[in-house]
């Protein structure tokens, strides 16, 4: 082959190779990565070689578009596809975003959902107001509330900040946020501690009576914030639902009352006695509450015996102080701040033993001769407990 015709063909097979290697690259995949991370345009222009001769085109300039801006987008463009999605269905795409949420860079998933959240943007979900472990949610009735107890287990004080923003709302429109709001601000505190817009945003609530009337699950959850905080203080309010709520709000209230005394019992009983009149409506609740009294604790002691010498206390409250003395039954659940109470049984066995000693001086005491029969009956109880036990 003569020289010429080589290097014609040399050209030929380049020529097919530059065109090989053009059209793969156009038709390469690509991979926008996770989210949040995808590239994003600087904003430079690069010069391009133009005949001689002609006009350079005009400079095209991008607008950069930040990572929380990209998630924010992403969010706001999912709750267009829920709303186009049955109620079952969504629950399942709420969930994949969360995980994928995982992968964002923390600092821009935070400030992308604040933004999301303070938008007021919201998509009803098929799930109701369900606590599971940690107080955290399990089940979401809104996306709203999804996210925001998401946000709250990822960066608690993003979370916060949101919460003062919903609780200067006018008034508890959403129970579940108010409840979630209240979690992350009360959260560690006790009431003395509170933010005072806890507070005042909680008596809000409990006193709404479009909420008391018909309480949705997250209303009733929020008694917990009591509870957690120990706000004895508070004990009017439970009374006053535990009389007049409907037949939920009453337990709740009740349930409140009972766990509120097992958090802080010698400051539950004191407050009991300086107000004769809280659950005087509810003798059984009430005896039920003073049944709690660890008598190897003085200032327990102190309170029950306070409470024996009071007048009006019925014959009936009596009776039932005589059936539920020592109180120990616990009502286990997932709360929104208190973890379950426990208690073992050599605990409570050395309680009865102790309670028994205690009864055998009230015994002794003639100012207290309207309890002498209740205190035979707890007597004989607890001995024939405790000879079972063989203690």
Request: net charge positive; glycine share 4%.
């Amino acid at each position: 082959m003569n020289r010429p015709r080589l290097l014609r063909l040399l050209a030929v097979v380049l020529l097919l190779g530059v065109a090989a290697s053009l059209f793969w690259w156009q038709r390469r995949p690509v991979n926008p990565g996770p989210l949040g991370s995808r590239a994003v345009a600087t904003g430079k222009t690069h010069a391009i070689s133009q005949p001689a001769g002609a006009k350079p085109p005009a400079p095209v300039t991008t607008i950069a578009q930040s990572p929380a801006d990209l998630i924010d987008s992403r969010l706001r463009r999912l709750t267009d596809t829920l709303r186009s999605l049955p109620l079952a269905a969504r629950r399942e795409l709420v969930a994949a975003l969360l995980r994928e949420l995982d992968h964002a860079a923390a600092g821009a998933r935070s400030d992308a959902l604040l933004a999301f959240l303070r938008s007021g943007l919201d998509v009803p979900l098929s799930g109701d107001f369900v606590l599971g472990p940690g107080g955290w949610l399990r089940d979401w009735p809104t996306l709203r509330l999804a996210l925001l107890d998401y946000l709250a287990q990822r960066d608690p004080a993003a979370a916060a900040l949101l919460a003062r923003d919903i609780l200067t709302a006018a008034s508890p429109d959403v129970p579940g946020e108010w409840a979630l709001a209240m979690r992350e601000l009360a959260r560690g505190h006790s009431a003395e501690d509170w933010p005072p817009l806890v507070g005042r945003r909680l008596v809000d609530l409990l006193r709404d009576e479009r909420w008391a009337a018909s309480p949705p699950r997250a209303y009733l959850e929020a008694f917990d914030v009591i509870v957690s905080g120990r706000a004895t203080s508070l004990f009017n309010e439970l009374d006053r639902i535990a009389r007049t709520g409907d037949n939920a709000a009453r337990f709740a209230a009740f349930l409140a009352a009972d766990r509120l005394t097992l958090a802080a019992p010698a400051a539950a009983m004191a407050e009991l006695n300086r107000q004769p009149d809280l659950f005087a409506t509810l003798p059984q609740l009430r005896a039920g509450l003073f049944a709690r009294a660890d008598v190897r604790d003085t200032d327990q002691l102190s309170a029950l015996e306070n409470y024996f010498h009071r007048g009006d206390v019925s014959a009936a409250e009596r009776s039932a102080f005589a059936t539920l003395f020592p109180q120990y039954d616990l009502a286990v659940s997932n709360n929104l701040l208190t973890p379950p109470s426990r208690r073992t049984l050599a605990d409570m066995q050395a309680h009865d033993i102790a309670a028994l000693r205690q009864l055998g001086v009230w015994q002794t005491q003639p100012k207290l001769s309207a309890w002498q029969s209740i205190f035979s009956a707890v007597t004989a109880r607890l001995k024939q407990q405790l000879a079972a036990a063989h203690l």
